[in-house]
């Protein structure tokens, strides 16, 4: 598991700097630059910061929960970005309770296929932990540790500065037995921060 969750990491990663070494360099214009002491054109500081805040909520049929949470990217170059994560939700059924939550760095990249529709794909890794019990039996379980978790999804422009995104991706947490690969199923509003 912890191979599998070391060579997905190095893809994406690899995958992002091919990326961004294979992309056209924007030309400079009056408003997106400025010249350094030697007379160099450089890209204005705020070319490239472009933000998104947005809502989240998870539904994982495994477990069974719907988790609600927030994330926060900023854009490195005009398709990378980075940022965090973070989700909570109650976990429950006829016989079972409990909670879980997760904290996460978020890598990704995002491309256009379409007008106002564009692939959404990146990893998030962090920390997580929870507690699920059994009604019947009284047997409490309580586990945490790393997470992983991939994604692949894709975003769709409903407004100006609002984007609407629909993905699935997969909670790998290998020190735990109750969490591990955890098919989700995710819904997120996006609010672009110029």
């Known amino acids: 598991m912890k191979k599998l969750i070391i060579l997905l990491i190095s893809i994406f990663f690899s995958v992002q700097v091919l990326a961004q070494t294979d992309s056209q360099e924007v030309a400079p214009t009056d408003e997106t630059s400025k010249t350094n002491l030697s007379g160099e054109y450089i890209y204005a500081s705020s070319y490239f910061k472009k933000s998104k805040t947005g809502i989240v909520l998870k539904y994982a049929p495994g477990l069974p929960t719907v988790f609600y949470g927030w994330r926060f990217v900023v854009y490195n170059t005009e398709k990378f970005f980075i940022g965090g994560t973070g989700f909570t939700g109650q976990l429950g059924g006829p016989l079972e309770s409990g909670t879980f939550t ?67 991706s997969l909670l790998m947490m290998p020190n735990s037995t109750t969490f591990n690969n955890t098919f989700t199923f995710n819904l997120r509003v996006d609010f672009i921060i110029d």
């Open 102 to 168: 997760t904290a996460a760095l978020v890598a990704g990249y995002d491309f256009t296929i379409f007008d106002d529709i564009y692939v959404d794909w990146g990893i998030a890794a962090g920390g997580a932990g929870g507690r699920r019990i059994n009604e019947d039996t009284e047997v409490s379980i309580q586990e945490g540790g790393v997470i992983v978790e991939p994604w692949f999804g894709f975003n769709q422009k409903i407004g100006e500065k609002t984007d609407f995104n629909y993905s699935f």
